[in-house]
C-alpha cells in the first residue's frame, strides 16, 4: 500500500471514530426513554420504521439524536419509545385463519407493537372475535 492510501485509510479512521464518539451521547442521554432496541433492516426507512412502531420520524430523530437526518443503514440500532397513550386507535375483530403476523403485515404495524398493546404474552394466542386494537397513522 502505497503511502498516499496509507495516510487516507487513517484519515478516514479517525473521522469514523470522531463521529461515532460525537453521536454516542445524544444516544445514551435518551437511554432512559428507550422502551426497546430495532436493529435497521435492508430496504427500512426511518417512515416505515416509525409506522411499524406507532411513532414518527420526528420522535425516532430526537430519541436517537439524529437532528433532521433521515439516512439509516443495515445494522444500525435504534432506539424506540413506546408509548401509545396519544396514539389514535382503530379496533380489529379477529377472524378465522388470522395470525398475529398476518394482522401485522396487513396493518403495518409489527407484531411486538400489537403484542404490547393488547396485552398479549403468546402470540400465537389469539382467537377468533378477540378484538385487538390497532394504532393508525395520518399520511
Sequence with gaps: MNLKRLILLSLAIVV???LMVVAAPA???NAATC????????GNTLY???RMFGTTVADLQSINGMAAE???W???KLCIRLDYSDTP?????VQRGDTLYSISRRTLVSVDVLMRINHITNPNRIYVGQVLLIP????
Aim: hydrophobic share 30%; aromatic share 10%; charged share 10%.
Design 48 to 50: 416505515g420504521i416509525a
Design 89 to 93: 386507535m382503530t379496533t380489529y375483530t
Design 35 to 42: 422502551s426497546l432496541q430495532y436493529t435497521v433492516q435492508r
Design 74 to 76: 443495515a445494522g444500525q
Design 136 to 139: 393508525t397513522y395520518s399520511s
Design 27 to 29: 444516544q445514551r442521554a
Design 16 to 18: 469514523i471514530t470522531a
Design 70 to 72: 433521515t439516512r439509516i
